[in-house]
């Protein structure tokens, strides 16, 4: 890989096309004038590579630039896209320290945990503007014949600084945590050996951040996640799926989004959040009886896949005029009826639960971002959730090519 690396040196080196002559134009609509050749040590997937490169200077912006470093994908950092790379999966999957010891041990890139840090967000803050601004269907990926949508949101530990005048569940009332708002369009066209629909391999993409997913009545534009969950179906194509589905976990929040950005879509409780109900229920009802309590929650289970909510609140009614927390209960099945026709939807063929849901909240924001010690910033946060659903989604090489030119070097 040295030996590699010197003979790269040299090449570009002598290659001094990157002269311009002594004037050439500047981005500002100036002219920049020739100062010379000027060095610099690049980290590549070689090792580091010093390179000498012409320098122009515009005396109208006070800017200067350096051709070479744009046509190799440089321009303003000292990592080769290759190693940008590198440094963007390890930023995405694990924390700074250890993706400094992972590249030094596996690539042996002497790259200190800071190093790795700002590189990683400064590429994590790229893709969150890029996801903002370039908005294109992916034509690569075909429209399956159903598509769904998920929507969910889970909280990582925050600095104070990004907590101050914010309430929460402490004990005094204060937060200790930002709510990251998630969605993910997959398809499952895929049959388990029961005839249960499985997610297929690859087609779930995430998109995800700190930000809101209010909308007031009288608001002109929609909020920050109901937009980004317009960009997520954009690209997804969902509109042109001939069956459309969003999963959530019975918020209200989730389907006012879903009527604003899918009308007309099959809306659907997640099976296994209104059987964590019943089972929390059950518990309240009939304490330590463990035989009168799992007979009773067999039987509203049993009503439950039937989609037979009617008699299912029937029997929790029983219950309410002794127990608040039977009457609490009622209302999150009598509202949710038509979202809880489950035998109905198994007819039809459709996912019930969102497995993939709550999985992609303990893939893309758990298991990155609460681990012991961690406390991020919300500028940081959001930077590395745009990573991480990059490369969780396979748009990070898609996101890297569009910043360097298809014949250069990407070492």
């Not at 907590?163 to 005094?172: C, N």
């Not at 937060?175 to 066209?189: D, F, G, H, I």
Request: with cysteine; glycine share 10%.
């Amino acid at each position: 890989m040295a030996v590699a690396g010197r003979v790269l040196e040299r090449f570009l080196n002598a290659d001094t096309s990157d002269y311009a002559g002594p004037v050439a134009p500047c981005p500002c609509g100036g002219v920049a004038h020739y100062l010379g050749r000027r060095e610099k040590t690049f980290v590549t997937v070689l090792g580091p590579l010093r390179l000498r490169r012409a320098y122009y200077h515009c005396t109208g912006c006070g800017q200067g630039f350096f051709p070479r470093d744009r046509q190799l994908g440089m321009e303003h950092t000292s990592l080769s896209p290759g190693v940008t790379r590198m440094v963007g999966l390890v930023g995405a999957m694990t924390s700074f320290a250890e993706g400094s010891t992972l590249l030094s041990d596996l690539a042996g890139l002497d790259l200190g945990g800071k190093r790795v840090e700002r590189a990683a967000r400064s590429l994590g803050d790229q893709i969150a503007v890029a996801e903002r601004t370039v908005v294109e269907p992916e034509l690569g990926r075909s429209v399956p014949h159903t598509l769904y949508l998920g929507m969910d949101g889970t909280g990582i530990p925050m600095r104070a600084a990004a907590l101050e005048g914010r309430t929460g569940k402490q004990a005094d009332g204060s937060a200790r945590t930002r709510e990251v708002k998630l969605c993910v369009v997959w398809s499952a066209e895929h049959r388990d050996a029961h005839g249960v629909p499985v997610r297929d391999p690859g087609s779930a993409t995430y998109s995800a951040a700190i930000e809101s997913a209010a909308t007031r009545d009288t608001d002109d534009h929609l909020s920050a996640f109901a937009e980004r969950v317009a960009r997520e179906t954009t690209r997804r194509r969902f509109e042109l799926a001939r069956r459309r589905a969003v999963l959530g976990d019975g918020a209200a929040w989730i389907w006012n989004l879903a009527n604003e950005q899918c009308p007309g879509a099959v809306e659907i409780v997640d099976r296994f959040h209104a059987k964590q109900h019943l089972s929390e229920l059950a518990g309240s009802l009939w304490g330590e009886y463990k035989e009168l309590r799992a007979h009773w929650l067999q039987g509203r289970y049993a009503e439950l896949d039937l989609g037979n909510i009617e008699t299912l609140t029937e029997r929790i009614g029983i219950h309410a005029e002794h127990f608040d927390e039977a009457r609490r209960a009622i209302p999150y099945f009598t509202q949710n009826e038509a979202r809880m026709r489950y035998g109905a939807f198994r007819e039809a063929g459709f996912c019930t639960s969102t497995g993939i849901v709550e999985g992609g909240c303990k893939t893309v924001v758990g298991t990155r971002f609460k681990r012991p010690g961690m406390h991020w910033s919300v500028y940081g946060a959001n930077a590395i959730l745009a990573l991480r659903c990059a490369v969780l989604s396979n748009r990070l090489d898609p996101h890297l090519a569009r910043r360097l030119p298809s014949d250069r070097i990407a070492a």
